[in-house]
Each structure stands twice: as C-alpha cells, then as structure tokens.
C-alpha cells in the first residue's frame, strides 16, 4: 500500500479510501450490503493496507457508521475514520439535518454513538447549507474539536467561492478550518478542474475524490452499465451527467487502453484519478473482495502523458453535479 499525507492533517492515509456508503442495509437502497456481507470486504481492506474509510451518518440511515465502528473495534487507533454530516436524518425533524450548531452537535453526538468512537479522525460536513450563517457552523465545528469530539474538518460537494468563504470565516476568527475536500471528480466528471482542484492545490487542502468510478459506468463497457443490481436500479448515477458530453467515447478509450495494458477498466480509471497532483486517495465503492483488490492493484498501473492525454481528449464541459 502507499500512503500519503493527507493535505496539513499530518494523518497518514493510504492512497486508497475505502468508501462505506455500500454498507448499511438493502433496505436504504438495493445494492447496499448487510453487515455480515460487509465485514470481509472491511476486514480485506485492512488486510491490503487500506487505512482510511469514509462514511456518513445518511448512509443507510446510520446503519453504514454502526457497521464501520464494528468491523474496526479493537483497532480504531490505528485507522483514520471519516464521516459526515448534512442532510436530514429524521423526517420529522427538520433539526436533524443542515449546520446549525444544534444540528451539528447532535448529529455528531450521534455519529460518534453509532461509530463506537469518542473522538473521530475526521468530521466534513455533506454540502453546503444556505440557512445558517458559515460562522455559527465554522464555531460549532471548532468547538467539537475544542471537546475532543473530532481531530479534524473536512468539507465535501460545493462552489468554490463557498469553501473560499469557509475557510476565509475561520482564519478571520482563529477557528480550526476545513482541511480536506471531498469532491466529485473522475475521466467523466472534470468540472472540478476549472476552480475548485486548483484552489485546493494552492491552499495545502488534502483532495479525496468520490465516485472516480462514475458509480461504476467507468469499470465495465458502455452497453453493461445496466448489467449490475446497481447499474440497474442507482437512479443517482442516471441524474449525474456521465453519458452527456463524450462519456461514451471516454468509455470506450478506458476499455482500450485497459486490454492493450492487460488492466481492468477499473484499474485505468481509478490510475488516472491517482495520476493527477492534486488527488490524495480517491473513495472506491464496492461490494466484492475481488473488486477491492483490483482497485488497489491500480496503484501499481503507470500511465504515459500520452495515454493521459488520450483518455482526456474527448471531454465535453458536462452540467454541475454533485451541488447546486
Ligand atoms: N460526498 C459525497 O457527496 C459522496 C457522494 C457519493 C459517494 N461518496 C463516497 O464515495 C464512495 C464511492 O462512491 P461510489 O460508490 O458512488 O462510486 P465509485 O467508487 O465510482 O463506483 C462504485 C461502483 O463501481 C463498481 N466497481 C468498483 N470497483 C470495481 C472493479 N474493480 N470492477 C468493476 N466494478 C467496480 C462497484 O461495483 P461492485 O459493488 O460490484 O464492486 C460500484 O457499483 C462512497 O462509498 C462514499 O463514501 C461521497
């Protein structure tokens, strides 16, 4: 495994994150694995090196968190645990969701409950809330790290002008600030490249893409998106904008270059996303042991300039996706 040091964290974390939002229950959604069937895809990870993971306290409605904090029992100290927090959790309460410091705090409170940990490596909040002023939130995260309730700040999907402002907001009060961004990015989604990635290069800000995958339309042929329980039935990866643009072509290049280097399309994709400067670990999802290897495996492909610039030629600017 590689690890790399994740932006002004100091955390070493390894260049493969593992993404936990396909643990949780089918119930939430139908691809998403129970946690007997999550476990050994947790505990092979850790076996490859992986040291990082990612979840959220939405993702099957707290069940992935529960799930995460189980499979690292005894072992937490040496794992670098990232969550987040955002959208609303209870349908009947409308504080269960956004930044508020009354949501932030129970949320969290709750996060770290269904986790099994006092303090978490790494707190980000989902999106960007238009209702609460970013100081109140930037105060109510410094706090939590004041309470030892959290190590460090993280955001994820939104403008840059806003993750400006957040960060301007805590250095003009002293406040810890958000470390890492977690964004959409992948050979089918660079809208990132034009202000957010290089903002966050220049800042020191630790990059941690998710879906490099494209939820999957980047790890097998066009005509098979469909061939997959979740190809089938993830209507998010219908709403983002993978087949507009020249993603079919994109596609296509993934799987040439993939059988001249004897890789999986997969491999290629995910190689890509660590080719680029400004990436630390990119989440991969997935629900099979084989898949994880194979993703991690992609750590050792090398791609030329050349086949860099190949893969990239076709991209179409593609319309916003992941905020509004
Ligand atoms: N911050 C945010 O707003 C946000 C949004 C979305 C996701 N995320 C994070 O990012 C993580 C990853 O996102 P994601 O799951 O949407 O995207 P992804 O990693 O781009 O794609 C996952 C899909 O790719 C397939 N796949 C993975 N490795 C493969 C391989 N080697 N060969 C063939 N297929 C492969 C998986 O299928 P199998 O299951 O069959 O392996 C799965 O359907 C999530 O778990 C979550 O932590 C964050």
Redesign the pocket.
Known sequence: MEYTTLGQTGMEVSRICL????FGTPDWRE?VLDEAESQPIIERAIDLGINFF???NM?SEGESERIVGNALEGRRDEMVVAT?GYFQMDDDDPNSGGLSRKAIEQELDASRERLGMDTIDLY?I??WDEDTPIEQTMRALDDAVRREKVRYLGA??MWTHQFAEALHTSERLGLDQFLTM???Y?LLYREEEREMLPYCQKQDIGVIP???????Y???PHEEFDA?T??ES?DYAKEHPYFEGNGQEINERVQELADQKDA????IALSWVLHKDWVDA???????V???E??VAALDISLSDSDIEWLEEPYEPVSVS?HE
């Open positions: 993404g936990c939002m396909s691809w990612d979840t959220a993702y987040k980000q989902h999106r994820s999907s977690q964004n959409h992948s998710w879906s490099p995958l494209a939820r999957g980047l790890a097998r997959t979740r190809g993830d999986t399309m997969a491999q990119p989440i991969v999802g997935t629900t099979s084989e898949h994880l194979d993703a992941g």
